[in-house]
């Protein structure tokens, strides 16, 4: 890299000071420009998914994402805003060391808050605000790790202010989150998926024959008129009723370089550093994975006899059952957690990008309209506020104008729809796919900054 990267720590931290077997590893960069008391922390979904695809591809210094032949500056690093640290978390993902022992959120979170002592501890923090941040499973890690630093009572080292989330699973995310919304998905965006009419049909068919239809025009109301029944996907008996995987296997069929993280992506399929650009493993031939290189792993103080990989398997212990059916099991955040964190901080973002199949945004507002907080359930009136940007392309401005095209991309304008009530603010994200920073880098930057409390609205 011909750039410098700034002051930037990496390692792995035992949970236990006592036990140098188990331990997370992390990436720590102090902010760009003047210290600020503070630190937000960035977590992977999957679960099994390392949060050095964030570091490397969404919000850190530099980016390499899908397609580059080199990294470049990232013009929108969240370290532009505050102090980041990147957590490869559970104990098990990437080059966190040691036996998983997750059974559920609440254990896990427990360990990340010893993890996040020693970690203060050897920088020295202390009384510093700490947000929390993450994407699609970390729906469910970032609100139980506030809740279990709320529990601290400790605000010299677990000042808990605030979280965000992408693309989320904070609700029930099987039938709801998924099987229930499917037939939107693919309705409002056939121009992309390009089924036959015979195949939309059926799928319309099975969406009204097995509840979902009557599900979404019953719940998805503002206000809501009532709490929503349990529902749970059974595997062995959903049979035609499986819409999610069903449109899954056939847009592979149309597509083969259908990549649900953004459908938008046509062939060739694009080689990326982290080796895994969708839900198929692919690398440019010859170009190792990033992450395992020796002279990365050397100069990032990593356990130079680990394989890296970006998402290295389930590490909850049962490997099913639960509400998400992967061995973990908590409650959906939407129950308890999430309330109590909305509540305590007056400042969480949930936000849902437009283009994914992974967690569609009707699903994420579903789950929304089945919480209660601040003494009422779900949102009281329809998101409607337009989110529009009026910050300078910084990432293509050059190209731009060297094309002959000065100012055609400025300013961007309506990119999504905000809205705020009772502490929770929600963003959804027009043209993005599920890694938000990567794929919007302007709005995902206002909505750290309203995080941070820079700004009131998006």
Not at 87 to 98: A, L, T
Not at 200 to 207: A, G, R, T, Y
Not at 388 to 417: H, R
Request: charged share 15%; with cysteine.
């Amino acid at each position: 890299m011909d750039f410098d990267l700034g002051e930037l720590y990496s390692g792995v931290i035992p949970v236990d000071m006592r036990n140098a077997s188990r331990g997370l590893f992390y990436v720590f960069q102090p902010t760009i420009g003047a210290p600020v008391d503070e630190i937000t922390i960035w977590l992977q979904g999957g679960p099994g998914c390392s949060s050095l695809e964030g570091f490397l591809q969404e919000n850190g210094r530099f980016q390499w994402a899908w397609g580059q032949f080199t990294p470049t500056i990232n013009q929108y690093s969240w370290v532009n805003l505050t102090n980041m640290l990147w957590v490869e978390f559970p104990v098990g993902v990437g080059f966190s060391i040691g036996d998983s022992r997750a059974t559920d959120e609440e254990v896990i979170a427990e360990e990340f808050n010893k993890f996040f002592l020693n970690f203060q501890k050897l920088f020295g923090i202390s009384n510093f605000k700490i947000y929390v941040t993450g994407e699609s499973y970390a729906g469910r890690y970032a609100p139980y790790i506030a809740s279990g630093m709320m529990d601290k009572n400790d605000t010299a080292h677990y000042n808990v202010s605030g979280v965000l989330t992408y693309d989320p699973t904070i609700g029930e995310i099987l039938w709801v989150g998924q099987q229930a919304v499917t037939y939107p998905v693919l309705q409002q965006n056939n121009n992309l998926f390009r089924f036959n009419q015979s195949f939309l049909n059926k799928m319309q068919s099975l969406d009204k024959s097995c509840g979902y239809a009557d599900y979404r025009d019953t719940y998805l109301k503002y206000p809501p008129t009532q709490v929503q029944p349990s529902k749970s996907v059974n595997s062995s008996s959903i049979g035609e009723c499986d819409l999610w995987h069903t449109a899954y296997f056939a847009a592979y069929a149309l597509n083969p370089c259908f990549n649900p993280y953004l459908f938008t992506m046509q062939c060739p399929l694009q080689g990326d550093p982290l080796g895994f650009p969708s839900d198929l493993v692919y690398t440019y031939p010859g170009v190792p994975v990033y992450f395992n290189r020796t002279d990365v792993k050397k100069a990032m103080h990593a356990p130079m006899n680990r394989e890296w990989s970006l998402c290295n398997g389930n590490p909850f212990l049962a490997g099913e059952g639960g509400p998400v059916n992967v061995g973990d099991f908590s409650a959906d955040p939407i129950q308890h957690i999430l309330p109590r964190v909305i509540e305590a901080t007056q400042r969480v973002l949930v936000s849902n990008s437009d283009l994914q199949y992974e967690t569609p945004t009707t699903g994420t507002l579903l789950a929304i309209q089945n919480m209660t907080w601040g003494g009422k359930l779900g949102f009281q009136a329809k998101p409607s506020k337009p989110i529009y940007i009026t910050e300078p392309d910084l990432q293509y401005e050059a190209v731009f104008a060297a094309s002959g095209f000065d100012d055609v991309d400025d300013p961007q304008g309506t990119i999504g729809v905000q809205h705020f009530e009772r502490g929770l603010m929600w963003a959804e994200a027009f043209l993005c796919g599920h890694m938000q920073p990567q794929f919007q880098p302007r709005s995902s930057y206002r909505h750290l900054q309203w995080l941070l409390g820079h700004i009131q609205t998006l």
